[in-house]
């Protein structure tokens, strides 16, 4: 009896393919500062020239239900824009006319460009992955707590702007030793001032007090 060899096909074992789902997000991309906002600014100047214009919108009001009163029988009296035209009837150009329109002129376009200046930046940029702004007045009392305790100082007192931190210390000690302490506080605000892009520029003033 013959042995007949059966030849046997190897079985390959399928891997199973992960079910589609959204892309995983690369830690590159994940690592990624988010953009960050404008910084804040102030209101600037725009408020108050509202505020004018709101008046003489009300003030025209006033006037025209004035007029609209006496028209219609409801008070008596002269109206006051009858008042102001008989006033102007028959007036002649005169020279002081020209001058007072200059004037006005004048003023307009100042205001114009008092309305549109750039708005003033109240705020510091803070070195960090997201958006983070320090205003200045925070700034200030920021700079108040890291020179406070300074030997030879008795008091301190910071202001801030968008470019510049101006301290303003008080001491008993002889002048001769201003420009060491006004060293040290430069010591001690800068770490603080590290933080801010741009680091503002900062200017010390020493005070000496007299005991006797």
């Not at 900062?202 to 007299?210: A, C, F, K, Y």
Request: charged letters at 15%; proline letters at 8%.
């Amino acid at each position: 009896m013959s042995a007949i060899s059966q030849k046997t096909e190897p079985t390959v074992a399928s891997t199973p393919t992960p079910p589609a789902g959204p892309p995983q997000a690369s830690t590159a991309d994940a690592g990624e500062a988010m953009t960050a906002a404008k910084a804040p600014v102030g209101t600037g100047p725009a408020p108050l020239f509202a505020l004018l214009l709101a008046l003489g919108l009300i003030a025209l009001g006033v006037v025209g239900i004035q007029e609209a009163l006496v028209r219609s029988g409801a008070t008596t009296g002269t109206s006051w824009t009858t008042w102001v035209l008989t006033r102007l009837d028959g007036v002649t150009p005169a020279p002081w006319m020209l001058v007072v329109f200059v004037i006005a002129a004048i003023l307009g376009i100042l205001l114009l460009s008092i309305a549109f200046r750039r708005r003033p930046r109240k705020t510091l940029a803070v070195r960090a992955t997201t958006g983070v702004y320090l205003r200045t007045r925070d700034l200030a009392r920021l700079a108040d707590h890291h020179l406070d305790g300074i030997d030879g100082i008795t008091d301190v007192n910071s202001s801030a702007s968008g470019n510049r931190l101006k301290v303003t210390a008080t001491t008993f000690e002889p002048k001769t030793r201003n420009t060491t302490l006004s060293d040290t506080m430069r010591e001690r605000l800068a770490p603080c001032l590290e933080a801010l892009e741009p680091a503002p520029k900062v200017s010390v003033s020493i005070r000496n007090g007299d005991l006797t």
